[in-house]
């Protein structure tokens, strides 16, 4: 697996992207602010490009999934059942995809700077 996979793959797996070290986040919706294992910085400056990758991600799959109920039950979609689904889709979908979003947008700026040693500024080590 290229570096590139590895570093997704683990975001996904909720590891650290760097090193893949466990317990990176300190419960659902609140990541720690450095790795356990290798010490990377993963919260400092990642919040705003996380928050835009967690409302793309989430609102695209929210769409696909009504979009997926309204071809499926066409020409009769449940409006009644949508109009109660989108909204809570809307709040559940972001909540889900946060851990997701916070890991996969540090993997993100490691794979555009493959062998660059992580930015003081962002990816401050505490050693
Ligand atoms: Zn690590």
């Not at 570093?7 to 790795?35: K, N, S, T």
């Not at 809570?88 to 700077?113: E, G, N, Q, R, T």
Request: proline share 9%.
């Amino acid at each position: 697996m290229s570096r590139r996979n590895a570093l997704f793959a683990r975001a996904l797996m909720l590891r650290c992207p760097h090193c893949g070290g466990r317990d990176v986040l300190r419960h659902w919706l609140a990541m720690r602010e450095h790795c356990p294992t290798c010490d990377l910085a993963l919260a400092a400056g990642n919040r705003a490009g996380a928050y835009i990758l967690n409302l793309f991600a989430s609102e695209i799959a929210a769409v696909l999934f009504i979009f997926s109920i309204v071809v499926r039950t066409w020409p009769n979609p449940p409006y009644g059942t949508l109009q109660w689904l989108v909204p809570v889709l809307m709040v559940i979908a972001p909540l889900v995809f946060y851990p997701f979003s916070k890991l996969v947008f540090v993997a993100i700026d490691l794979a555009l700077h493959p062998g660059a040693e992580p930015d003081p500024q962002v990816h401050e080590t505490r050693r």
